[in-house]
């Protein structure tokens, strides 16, 4: 199947600084990502969907300005926490929409970004 | 609004048994249903995809069956073993595959 490369797998920072995770699909176009949040034991919660060279729409409740997502090519988009806090301490996934031939439609995943800030 | 909805949600069985796992959606309109596996601490694998026209897909002891009709589908693993222990998701797009709608997902444990 199609590749989703997520980095960093996990990242510890203090409090107040930002991070910056990445997605790449690596062997298709996605001109759509989608970034979410996991809480331990509980399903996926969307965040936002990034649309490539177009703002993202980010779901009731996720602050945008805190999170910052950029797609800004077909490849690759970026979700950055501002300011992070304790709170702030979850597992991301992103995922890519895939567009080609019989695989239309199919979303495949990155393998998730553990955040901790202290 | 779709609703996507996964019995049981959690499962736990012997090893070498046959088991099935159920997905609903509450709009049959859809275009096609995803069927992933998540092991902890990591992203999600996607295991099927079955498109709206038809009404299995099979790879390997996997076998996922669509009734659009009924707003149901089902995961079938056959000859269960313990790596197969994880939580299995079911997802649906909306029309302009624009959002997915997934299930709270089923976790099973396979006993050795």
């Known amino acids: 199947g199609a590749v989703v490369s997520q980095h960093p797998s996990w990242v510890i920072c203090k409090s107040g600084t930002s991070v910056k995770i990445e997605c790449r699909s690596l062997?298709?176009?996605?001109?759509?990502m989608f970034w979410y949040r996991q809480f331990p034991k509980q399903s996926l919660m969307l965040m936002a969907t990034?649309?490539?060279?177009?703002?993202?729409?980010?779901e009731q409740g996720v602050e945008k300005d805190k999170f910052l997502i950029n797609h800004a090519s077909l490849t690759l988009s970026t979700l950055t926490v501002t300011s992070a806090h304790p709170e702030d301490s979850s597992f991301y996934i992103c995922?890519?929409?895939?567009?080609?031939?019989?695989?239309?439609?199919?979303?495949?995943f990155g393998e998730g970004s553990r955040l901790t800030v202290l | 609004k779709q609703e996507v909805t996964q019995i049981p949600a959690a499962l736990s069985v012997p090893e070498g048994e046959n088991l099935v796992l159920n997905c609903s959606f509450t709009d049959s309109a859809i275009y096609n249903l995803q069927w992933f596996r998540q092991d902890p601490g990591k992203g999600l694998t996607s295991l099927l995809l079955?498109?709206?026209?038809?009404r299995e897909q099979t790879s390997g002891r996997l076998n996922a069956s669509l009734d659009k009709s009924s707003g149901r589908s089902t995961l079938y693993i056959a000859a269960s073993q313990p790596g197969d222990s994880a939580t299995y998701l079911c997802a649906v797009p909306l029309y302009n595959f624009n959002k997915f709608y997934f299930g709270s997902g089923t976790k099973l444990n396979v006993k050795p």
């Open positions: 062997d298709f176009q996605a001109t759509t």
């Open positions: 995922s890519a929409r895939s567009n080609r031939g019989h695989a239309t439609g199919e979303l495949f």
């Open positions: 079955i498109q709206s026209s038809q």
């Open positions: 990034s649309n490539e060279g177009s703002k993202a729409t980010y």
